[in-house]
């Protein structure tokens, strides 16, 4: 029997993208499931049961938005009816569209109302679902959690100071959390990606001219896919990562080096 067999996992954001290919991850490996939506509701429950009926194990989806993190709480309380234990958590969420008006945008058209809305959903959900997360790892002796982080914040990348800043802030309170929830078991580390081909990397304006441009600029010669930061994610949720603690670990194909 495989380490991820009968434990679970518990994902922001597992609709699509980079959290929808962690979750089928996890699962192939035989770990249960919990991952939040915001808006699409329907696809999450078919997402949930053809994970089950592929897999053979359990999965449930719940709504959730990180723009208001302490809402989180009572998502927790969900899974806690659902779920007997929590070993891996995973904060993935992204926010986009209209509640990234002001934050995504040029230096000098950042505005204060986008910047925080940013900041609530990159720093403050990873805070409040981590807290919660880790109470529940603490009574089953230990777990993993994962944050989600991009190379933005290491390569300049056109409108994405906000989203940039609030990685850097993130990767840091990363370290914090590992250092002081070590003694209870539990690992934390950051999974970072340079650009991701998902619907998230669609929406930039100038998609098409960005794509051929990450390609140009990466030594492994391709766009990076949300599988490749599936398997970051399931290491360092694995006992053979277990000595990595408060760490970045980058996959983006060597693209911030050049
Ligand atoms: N794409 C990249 O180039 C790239 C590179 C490196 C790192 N990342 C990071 O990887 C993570 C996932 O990005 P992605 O590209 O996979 O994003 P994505 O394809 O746009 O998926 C976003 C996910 O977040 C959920 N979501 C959206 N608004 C939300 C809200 N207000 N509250 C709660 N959940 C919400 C969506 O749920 P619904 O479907 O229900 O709306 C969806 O499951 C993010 O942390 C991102 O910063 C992305």
């Given amino acids: 029997m495989g380490e991820f067999q009968g434990k679970t996992l518990v994902l922001s954001g597992g609709t699509r993208g980079i959290g929808n290919a962690i979750v089928s991850k996890l699962a192939k490996e035989g770990c249960n499931v919990a991952f939040t939506y915001n808006s699409s509701e329907e696809e999450a429950k078919n997402i949930a049961r053809n994970l089950e009926k592929e897999h053979g194990i359990k999965a449930r989806c719940y709504q959730l938005d990180i723009l208001k993190p302490e809402t989180y709480k009572t998502v927790f309380e969900q899974i806690d ?7 891996f958590f995973v904060s993935n969420a992204i926010i986009s569209g209209r509640s990234v008006v002001g ?3 040029p230096f000098m058209r950042l505005k204060p109302k986008g910047l925080n809305n940013i900041y609530a959903a990159t720093v403050l959900a990873f805070v409040v679902g981590a807290q919660e997360a880790a109470k529940r790892m603490e009574k089953s002796g230990g777990g993993s959690i994962v944050a989600i982080s991009s190379t933005g914040n290491l390569v300049h990348t056109e409108n994405y100071a906000g989203h940039a800043s609030s990685k850097a802030a993130l990767e840091i309170v990363v370290k914090y959390a590992a ?3 070590a003694d209870k078991n539990i690992r934390v580390n950051v999974a970072s990606g340079g650009p991701i081909d998902t619907d998230a990397f669609k929406k930039f304006p100038n ?3 960005l794509k051929a ?3 140009a600029r990466t030594p492994l010669g391709r766009m990076g896919q949300p599988s490749d930061m ?9 006992k053979d990562s277990y000595w990595i603690n408060g760490q970045t670990v980058i996959a983006d194909g060597g693209s911030s080096f050049t």
Avoid: R
């Avoid at 009816?81 to 070993?87: G, L, Y």
């Fill in 103 to 105: 934050g995504f945008a």
């Fill in 230 to 238: 599936a398997g970051v994610v399931l290491f360092l949720c694995s």
């Fill in 207 to 209: 998609y098409e001219a």
């Fill in 179 to 181: 250092f002081e929830l």
């Fill in 81 to 87: 009816d659902d779920f007997k234990e929590i070993n």
């Fill in 213 to 215: 441009a990450t390609i």
